[in-house]
C-alpha cells in the first residue's frame, strides 16, 4: 500500500472495529478510530495502537447524520490527510419480530448499517479517485447470507451492504479503487458475551469450527483487503464464519 496511507474506520471503540484499528495501524496506516457514543474505547483503541508504535487518533463521527460524517473527514482531513481507506463498520441491531417490530427501530437499523456506509463511501470517494488508489472495506454480516429469525431489518440492511460493496466495485474498479465485504459469523464481542448461556451453546453448535470467531480474526482478513497485496480482489464478499454459511 501506498506510503503514508491514511484510514478511517467507523464503529471503532471496541470488538471488530477497534481490531481493524490496531491491524491497520501495525501495518503502517495511520488510522481515525471513529466513534459515536464511546469516546473512552475510542481513546483505549488509539492508546494501544500507539503502544504498538502506530499512529492514530480519536475521531467522533455519527454515521447517520451529513454533518457529523463531513466534520470528521475534514478533522482527519486537516489532522493527517486525506482518507484513502475506509471501513464501514458501524452497526446497529435490535431484535425483534417483524409484526410487532417499531418503524423507529427499522429506520435505525438501515441508516446505520446500510445508509452510513454509502454516506461515508460517497465522501470517501472523490480523494481515492484523484489518487486513482483507494480501499473500502464493508463490515456486513452472516445475516446477509442466511435470514435470521427476529432479524429481518438487521439482515436486509447487511444483504443491502452487500449490494452496495458489489454496485460500488464495479463503479471504480478501473480507477484503482476496491470495495470488498467481510461477512462474520458469531464473534466474541460485547454484543455476544451478554447473550445467555443456552443462546450462545446453539450458535456454536451451528458453527462448524465449533467455537466463536474473534474480532482479531475477521481484522486480519480486512488489513488484508486494505492492502496492496489484495489490488485485484475488488468486488468480493468473504465469509469470516467458522464455515457456517458454507
Same mark, same amino acid.
Given at each position: 500500500?501506498?506510503?503514508? !496511507?491514511?484510514?478511517?474506520?467507523? &464503529?471503532?471503540?471496541?470488538?471488530?472495529?477497534?481490531?481493524?484499528?490496531?491491524?491497520?495501524?501495525?501495518?503502517?496506516? !495511520?488510522?481515525?478510530?471513529?466513534? *459515536?457514543?464511546?469516546?473512552?474505547?475510542?481513546? =483505549?483503541?488509539?492508546? +494501544? @495502537?500507539?503502544?504498538?508504535?502506530?499512529?492514530?487518533?480519536?475521531?467522533?463521527?455519527?454515521?447517520?447524520?451529513?454533518?457529523?460524517?463531513? =466534520?470528521?473527514?475534514?478533522?482527519?482531513?486537516? $489532522?493527517? &490527510?486525506?482518507?484513502?481507506?475506509?471501513?464501514?463498520?458501524?452497526?446497529?441491531? +435490535? $431484535? &425483534?419480530?417483524?409484526?410487532?417490530?417499531?418503524?423507529?427501530?427499522?429506520?435505525?437499523?438501515?441508516?446505520?448499517?446500510? +445508509?452510513?456506509?454509502?454516506?461515508?463511501?460517497?465522501?470517501?470517494?472523490?480523494?481515492?479517485?484523484?489518487? %486513482?488508489?483507494?480501499?473500502?472495506?464493508?463490515?456486513?454480516?452472516?445475516?446477509?447470507?442466511?435470514?435470521? @429469525?427476529?432479524?429481518?431489518?438487521?439482515?436486509?440492511? +447487511?444483504?443491502?451492504?452487500?449490494?452496495?460493496? *458489489? /454496485?460500488? @466495485? %464495479?463503479?471504480?474498479?478501473?480507477?484503482?479503487?476496491?470495495?470488498?465485504?467481510?461477512?462474520?459469523?458469531?464473534? =466474541? !464481542?460485547?454484543?455476544?458475551?451478554?447473550?445467555?448461556? =443456552?443462546?450462545?451453546?446453539?450458535?456454536?453448535?451451528?458453527?462448524?469450527?465449533?467455537?466463536?470467531?474473534?474480532?482479531?480474526?475477521?481484522?486480519?482478513?480486512?488489513?488484508?483487503?486494505?492492502? /496492496?497485496?489484495? /489490488?485485484?480482489?475488488?468486488?468480493?464478499?468473504? /465469509?469470516?464464519?467458522?464455515?457456517?454459511?458454507?
Amino acid at each position: 500500500m501506498p506510503e503514508a !496511507t491514511i484510514a478511517l474506520v467507523t &464503529g471503532a471503540s471496541r470488538g471488530i472495529g477497534s481490531a481493524a484499528c490496531l491491524a491497520l495501524a501495525r501495518a503502517g496506516v !495511520t488510522v481515525g478510530v471513529g466513534y *459515536r457514543s464511546d469516546p473512552e474505547g475510542a481513546e =483505549e483503541t488509539v492508546a +494501544k @495502537a500507539r503502544a504498538d508504535g502506530g499512529i492514530a487518533l480519536p475521531v467522533a463521527v455519527d454515521v447517520r447524520d451529513e454533518e457529523s460524517i463531513e =466534520e470528521a473527514f475534514r478533522r482527519v482531513e486537516k $489532522d493527517v &490527510g486525506p482518507v484513502r481507506v475506509l471501513v464501514n463498520n458501524a452497526g446497529y441491531t +435490535k $431484535d &425483534g419480530l417483524a409484526v410487532k417490530y417499531t418503524t423507529e427501530n427499522w429506520d435505525a437499523t438501515i441508516d446505520t448499517n446500510l +445508509k452510513g456506509a454509502f454516506l461515508c463511501s460517497r465522501r470517501a470517494l472523490p480523494a481515492m479517485l484523484k489518487a %486513482r488508489w483507494g480501499r473500502i472495506v464493508n463490515v456486513a454480516s452472516v445475516a446477509a447470507l442466511r435470514g435470521n @429469525a427476529g432479524q429481518a431489518a438487521y439482515s436486509a440492511s +447487511k444483504t443491502g451492504l452487500v449490494g452496495l460493496t *458489489r /454496485s460500488l @466495485a %464495479r463503479e471504480v474498479g478501473g480507477r484503482g479503487i476496491t470495495v470488498n465485504a467481510v461477512c462474520p459469523g458469531f464473534v =466474541e !464481542t460485547r454484543m455476544t458475551e451478554v447473550q445467555r448461556e =443456552e443462546i450462545r451453546k446453539r450458535y456454536v453448535e451451528m458453527t462448524p469450527a465449533g467455537r466463536f470467531g474473534t474480532p482479531e480474526e475477521v481484522a486480519a482478513v480486512i488489513a488484508f483487503l486494505c492492502g /496492496s497485496e489484495a /489490488s485485484y480482489v475488488n468486488g468480493s464478499v468473504v /465469509s469470516v464464519d467458522g464455515g457456517l454459511s458454507a
